[in-house]
């Protein structure tokens, strides 16, 4: 069939990064997840022009995956961005305002873009070697012995996403919920490859977060009809469990593919009926306890069941099919057509009814050590709830990643002004070898050099949101957030810490604003004082990755000299 209308030729923007309504967008991207930066970051009331579901929430997963752009430069970064969260759970708006600020800062200096690139690319790896160092002036070594620095990592996270709505002991409380759920899913003996279990959430709208808890094992919905005298009578430890993955609801459609020959006369639903009584018979001579199917049970068969004292729980999902195994250690089975065997029967200890509010839970309770447990969530409303739920699992995230690597940076914009500062003092040695490496002259690196810095810089800056002014000491170089009628003369005076809360003001200490040029100095180490722990860590994993991607796809978009469109 013949074309209705003439293709039309694809469309080539040239430098498209030279175009203001690109340089607009861009910044408009960058103000927007800046402002979210933060505890104290602003919240996004994000929804489309034809109406659909509203989202608020000030988390990067969530914000850039609600709004969309017909930018291609735009979608590059939110994409990175994305992947990154993606496979670390955290520091995707750190990462988004850094990538930005190297492209805001690469077009106001002038520079050609591969000299911007080449030098971004060196003093990546400059930060990247620095951070590995045992003696990093900025990272922490998490102590497993002690919950504190675990609790302190999980309410970084927690703490730094102002759509939960959590006062500080709300926060505190789910940030320690959050580290024992985390310890619950790490084996007590492994042997060989440590598989870690995992976390089921469940939400519970309504109630206060101090409701919110941790239980081992499994809670599913309270099927109908069941209390607790029910499970009294169950006179059994350890409880015999079958789970099912085939539907039991009876329909001919279940029984699979292929031709079905039906002789005359005979009543196929009751046929059917008859082979599932036979399967609750096996189930009763088995002593079988609770009999559970992720589909929908035939209703004449749950009743046979609950005749003879059988925990009976149907449409379970897909979702719930790994952690009963896990926890039961059941074989499912897919097929009502074989004797079922030996092996394919689980257990459990107990079986107990939690009620939060108007909401019954069925507790199934592990034989012994499992690696499956459930974290009960409470908050006041839907928005706040669902926001909480994100944060957990992002939490969850960042510590699993600490298994790998048990470190962690100083939070509160530390680390980003720490690192801007060592970069300025380490970028004045061996200038004329890395000048000639780079192929640029000493002013263009220099510059490069201030760009980048600037970046990291406006980075911290970025955590206040109240009118508040941005200071560096000149001695360790972390973060400090002043109310803006504080005067830099006095600020010695006040009673204060920084961002990360491990370095204490004093009079005879020298400060500067944050973001502007001071004489570079290499930041000295702190002091070993015990009495001080910071308020704030930054997963280490998540954060240096977040650095790497938002430099390398700063430089992607500094490189890009064209964009084809085909707007067919």
């Known amino acids: ?86 496979r670390f759970g955290d520091c995707g708006l750190f990462s988004g305002v850094l990538c930005l600020s190297l492209i805001e800062q690469a077009q106001l200096s002038g520079l050609r873009g591969h000299v911007v690139v080449g030098v971004n690319r060196h003093l990546l790896g400059l930060c990247t070697t620095y951070l590995q160092r045992d003696d990093c002036g900025c990272k922490v070594k998490l102590d497993f012995c002690s919950s504190h620095s675990s609790i302190r990592l999980a309410l970084g996270v927690i703490s730094s996403k102002p759509a939960c709505v959590l006062t500080e002991p709300e926060a505190l409380h789910v940030s320690r919920l959050a580290v024992e759920a985390f310890l619950l899913t790490v084996p007590s003996n492994p042997t060989g490859v440590v598989t870690l279990g995992r976390v089921v959430t469940v939400s519970v709208e309504g109630h206060s977060v101090l409701d919110s808890a941790v239980f081992p094992g499994l809670l599913v919905d309270v099927p109908d009809g069941l209390d607790q005298s029910k499970l009294e ?49 096996r189930a009763i001579k088995d002593g079988v306890k609770l009999f559970a199917c992720q589909k929908v049970i035939h209703p004449v068969l749950q009743q046979y069941l609950r005749g003879h004292g059988i925990i009976v729980i149907e449409r379970l999902g897909v979702t719930l099919m790994e952690p009963l195994t896990q926890v039961t250690g059941t074989q499912p089975v897919a097929t009502l057509h074989m004797t079922v065997p030996a092996s394919a029967y689980g257990k459990l200890k107990d079986l107990s009814i939690h009620q939060f509010g108007s909401k019954k839970m069925l507790h199934l309770q592990p034989p012994g050590n499992s690696v499956i447990c459930t974290l009960v969530l409470c908050h006041r409303n839907e928005t706040m709830l669902s926001e909480l739920k994100v944060v957990c699992q992002k939490a969850e995230h960042v510590l699993r990643l600490s298994l790998r ?164």
């Not at 009578?233 to 099912?244: A, K, T």
């Open 405 to 568: 690597d048990p470190s962690a940076l100083y939070g509160g914009g530390c680390t980003e002004s720490h690192l801007a500062a060592y970069i300025r003092h380490q970028s004045m040695k061996d200038v004329t070898e890395t000048v000639s490496l780079l192929r640029c002259s000493q002013t263009e690196y220099f510059i490069a050099v201030e760009g980048f810095c600037c970046s990291l810089d406006s980075v911290a800056a970025a955590l206040e949101h109240d009118g508040g002014t941005s200071f560096i000491d000149l001695t360790h170089a972390h973060h400090w957030a002043f109310t803006a009628d504080v005067m830099k003369e006095h600020m010695g005076d006040s009673l204060s810490l920084c961002g990360c809360g491990l370095v204490k003001s004093c009079p005879n200490k020298k400060w500067t604003y944050l973001n502007t040029k001071y004489p570079p100095f290499c930041p000295a180490p702190l002091s070993r004082d015990t009495s001080l722990q910071p308020r704030v860590l930054d997963s280490f994993t998540a954060k240096v990755n977040a650095m790497e991607v938002a430099v390398e796809t700063a430089n992607l978009a500094l490189d890009v000299q064209c964009i084809i469109r085909d707007v067919n």
């Open 1 to 86: 069939m013949s074309r209705l209308a003439k293709k039309s030729p694809a469309l080539c923007s040239d430098r498209p990064l030279e175009q203001r309504a690109v340089h607009d967008k861009l910044h408009l991207l960058r103000q927007l997840l800046r402002s979210c930066f933060g505890p104290t970051g602003r919240l996004k009331h994000v929804h489309n022009n034809i109406g659909g579901h509203v989202v608020t929430t000030s988390t990067s997963s969530v914000l850039l995956s609600a709004i969309s752009s017909s930018e291609p430069l735009i979608n590059l970064i939110k994409t990175s961005i994305l992947n990154h969260v993606s």
């Open 233 to 281: 009578n169950l006179n059994s430890n350890p409880l015999r469990v079958i789970l099912y993955s085939a539907s039991l609801a009876g329909d001919l459609s279940e029984l699979g593919d292929g031709v079905i020959e039906v002789h005359q006369g005979v009543d196929t639903d009751l046929q059917i009926l008859d082979q599932l009584l036979e399967l609750g018979k």
